[in-house]
């Protein structure tokens, strides 16, 4: 692991991770600005409506009743503080009930944070920073182990799915020697493509989405797209609080209805977090190739550093014979989706595609194990044997690490591969 | 991979992930009915308070200048929808000019939603729906490459700190022929304790929260213990919204101030975040620990299944030369800690535990590495070379896995090994 003094090109991946979270966050940066110009531009108009609104009604109610403006808005002021304490007019659910305390925790660890209920005592707020920094940890850690639940689950169906396929396509075809042999190693190296775990994802999130605006809307009387807007706020945990499920004082089959709302929001947040992070991963590509073709535009690469740093962290454009709008890159973070290319059309000897790929000088683990054929039983067999005999052998990789969750498991990764890559 | 047919032991550690996973859920459920009945005990009274109050403010008020009920509640109706569209009282910035736009949808990639400011109009609504979800995905992927630079960088100084030590101990001691060997051996298996980094982690947030409130106690009248309260919630993305920073028509030096802002709470998110998760690895070895308990309760384990179990899928009490409170496990995902036990008191022979560890039957990559001091430099080119020549070579890690990033990290081992898992 000793890699740091290894050589001048060992710092090399560094800049490269350094340049991907530049560009991103520069990314980001100009995705705000536009998002800020386009909201601005389509919410500016109803702002100074409700403004010129608000105005005339306050004019009216003075004029009519002979209200000073000064007492009026004292009593506003008032009403304001009253709001913050969740009294309304029409009388809302109790804030600190047991249930309503209840939902109100739901919010903290969830990070949605509607905000409808919020401690006002000082006792309270202090409470309230410790017992959400062990909540919100644990709760980042249900939505990995959530993730890594579905993920297992999704990929488990999408090879059943994949081995009936190859199985129907053997029967179809000649049955000769070769055909089974073939056939069970593109299983060995098949895995899903991240575009298929996407689109599964959305899917469930949609159905999600629609089956509680249905609920709400029936239940609260919102419209149609006011619920759907609301189940994405909730979902995404963002929770702004315009509008807050299950705060009136009394619904019909009120405990039902309690019930069915935390589920939907429980359901919903697991799902649209696992898509977040599904999609995340769409975008390092995208940044990957974008830092590809800004290393190396459009001819090949004429400064030697360059080529160093492509051949050394792996970030390369598309091979010619990669199919249409899908990179090859020999970082194992985004070789999910191009192994997928057996599933995607490249037949069932896609997984011998490693000596097709050996442009790059490294290969990925994905790439080895694809073309080695080692069946990782076989491999953790041989593993627990070597490791009882001696040292000096190659390092490998076991299912144990699969024990890794969510974001953390990168933090493992770099714990342990520090060393390595400084 | 095909291990899916290979024994009837091939399930158990899904068995075993979903016990860690029911058993969080379980954990969360009490965790958040007990943060219930605290809040509850807290805030009631306070509630209650506030209602009498406002009851008295509105009796008052109507008294005083005889405006009937029916009339003062309409009006208070349309102030909380002027409300909603970001009307105050006392005048607040604008809502839907650039810089509150732009405000806005960095609490929306944020997840932060405070909800100071919402889209009113349906286009504003369903705009958001698809703005958020690439722009959380964005900012997901963002703070996980913040994670990854941050473990990096806080690695790095910790070895290099480790280092010094070693070397200074080396100075100190006997300088034979074996201690270089072993001093660099060391420093090969080292990695930073986990303890160490989320303390690290902690003090940097609050380091960083206790600078923020103390600029928001200037500048917005809170008081300390409110301005740490909406640190904690503003960084931790819960984003009540019932106090929000820079909301007020003029400040003294007000783009300064906007800008302090904006990069306090941008670090705090981000440090936040770093912590969470550093934490949340904690809870899983916690989660771990009680399961191991659970599985093996004070005696050896006299089920013949659970003594599979626990071989297969490596969760293990302590073994009785592991320092108190901290425990070994053949899960990679938790194994960072216990190697940092180098660094621990083991001494610099630590990392030649392996020998002492395998009382399960698989070992982890970490104990495989460690114990074999294989450089990964090396590896690589073994690696890199055997993959040109041919098959029936054992799998391995190379670096390039370690673009994996955050919660997706996980997802790409799923999508790698999901076929050994199952």
Redesign the interface.
Known sequence: ???RR??CC?RL??NE??A??CL??G??LC???C??????A???P??LL??R??DQ??AN?TG????SRK?L?M????????????????ALR?????????Y??????S?????MT????????????F???????????????????I??ML??IM?WCHERRLRRAGVGGSSGGEEPHSE?DS??????S?YY?MLILGVASVLIACSASTLYCTMEDWSY??S??FC??AF???????LVSSQRQRYEAQDAYRLGNCLFILMGVCCIYS???????I??QTLNWILAKLACPGHCCSCPLRQQRLKR??VQPAPSHCPAGRHRY???????VCDSETDAGAGPDGAYG?GRR?SG?????????A???????L??K???ET??QG????????????????????????????????
Chains 1, 2 share one sequence.
């Open positions: 692991m000793a890699r290894g050589g060992s991946p560094l991770d350094n991907r979270f991103l966050a990314l980001i995705y705000l600005m998002g800020a110009a386009i909201f601005s389509l919410e500016r109803s702002e409700a403004r609104l608000w009604q306050l109610f009519h009743h002979r209200v007492d808005h009593l506003l002021r008032q009403y304001e503080e009253a709001n913050g304490a969740g009294i309304r007019v029409d109790p804030r600190w009930d047991f249930s309503g305390a209840f109100f925790v739901g919010t903290v660890v990070t949605i944070g509607f905000g919020t401690p006002a005592t000082i006792a309270g707020k202090i409470f309230l920073i017992y959400g920094l062990i909540g919100c940890a644990a709760t980042i850690l249900f939505f990995n182990l959530f993730l890594e639940r993920i297992t990929a488990y090879r069970e299983l060995e190296g098949w895995k899903p991240v775990v797209v006011d759907l807007y994405f706020v995404s945990t963002i929770g702004f609080g315009d898509l977040f992070n599904v999609i995340s991963i975008i390092k962290n792996a020999t970082d194992a973070s985004v070789e999910t490693v050996l000088e490294m290969i990925s683990v994905n790439d080895f194990t073309s080695n054929k080692v069946s990782l039983a491999l953790q041989q593993l627990c490791a009882h040292p000096r052998q190659s390092q490998a990789r076991h299912n144990g690490f699969s024990g890794g969750v969510g974001a953390f498991a990168i933090m493992n990764n770099r714990l342990q591969e520090t060393s390595v890559d400084r």
